[in-house]
């Protein structure tokens, strides 16, 4: 399968835990996006990088969570002090933006956070 | 991103055509119309999309209304497969690239 892949798929933390997540891309998508969804909710814009620069940030991003896609290929999102409220699906998806002017987003099957 | 309002649920006979509506009514002349899907326990997944032209594809139709303030989702012979939450997002092609989700429609397929 060359979809958009997540690891892990469940992570159970305690509070106040580091966790870190992984997104491997579709191979040559050039951004990548991070979104959170919680229980009876849409997904919600976290972070996108267009290859390795982060160029946007929400501000439900803070200062707890960082994201990183040093080579321009996968990407890793770390969640510092972990909170009960952190408890979410966390979607990464990738994309490919060229000369043309559509822009589908293709996302993985999410990493599910439940922090106790 | 313009605001899209959708009705919360809607159920459809397996078989039959499901039209989910969505109302985009302060939706400006440089955003499109998006539809994503979300199957239970999965990622969302592009559906369509269109300006201002009628567009089909081997998933769906799209029916946008010619003052551009609504639009439907036409999914012509609905299976069990189809149950999902349906989002509809207004969204420019550039200088914008997060979708911008709300709580969108769960439509149930019913054998």
């Known amino acids: 399968d060359t979809g958009v892949s997540q690891n892990p798929r469940h992570k159970i933390t305690k509070r106040g835990q580091n966790v870190t997540f992984r997104c491997d891309p579709i191979?040559?998508?050039?951004?990548l996006y991070w979104y959170r969804q919680t229980l009876g909710q849409g997904p919600e814009f976290l972070t996108y990088f267009q290859n390795e620069a982060q160029l946007e940030k929400s501000r439900l991003l803070s200062d707890r969570f960082s994201a990183e896609r040093p080579k321009g290929s996968f990407s890793t999102l770390e969640i510092q002090r972990t909170e009960q409220g952190d408890s979410a699906m966390y979607l990464c998806a990738s994309s490919f933006i060229g000369q043309g002017a559509f822009n589908e987003q293709f996302f993985g099957p999410g990493t599910r956070l439940t922090v106790l | 991103d313009a605001k899209t309002t959708q009705p919360t649920s809607m159920d459809c006979a397996e078989g039959r055509a499901a039209n989910l509506p969505c109302n985009h009514s302060?939706?400006?002349?440089?955003?499109?119309v998006y539809w994503y899907r979300q199957i239970h326990s999965q990622g969302p997944q592009y559906i369509i999309h269109g300006l201002k032209n009628n567009e089909t594809n081997e998933m769906a139709s799209l029916i946008i209304t010619e003052d551009r303030k609504s639009s439907t989702l036409i999914l012509p012979h609905a299976t069990l497969r189809d149950t999902a939450v349906y989002y509809c997002?207004?969204?420019?092609?550039?200088?914008?690239?997060?979708?911008?989700f709300g709580t969108g429609t769960r439509l149930t397929i019913i054998p």
């Open positions: 997002i207004a969204k420019r092609n550039f200088g914008n690239e997060k979708l911008t």
């Open positions: 191979s040559e998508h050039n951004r």
């Open positions: 302060t939706i400006s002349g440089n955003e499109y």
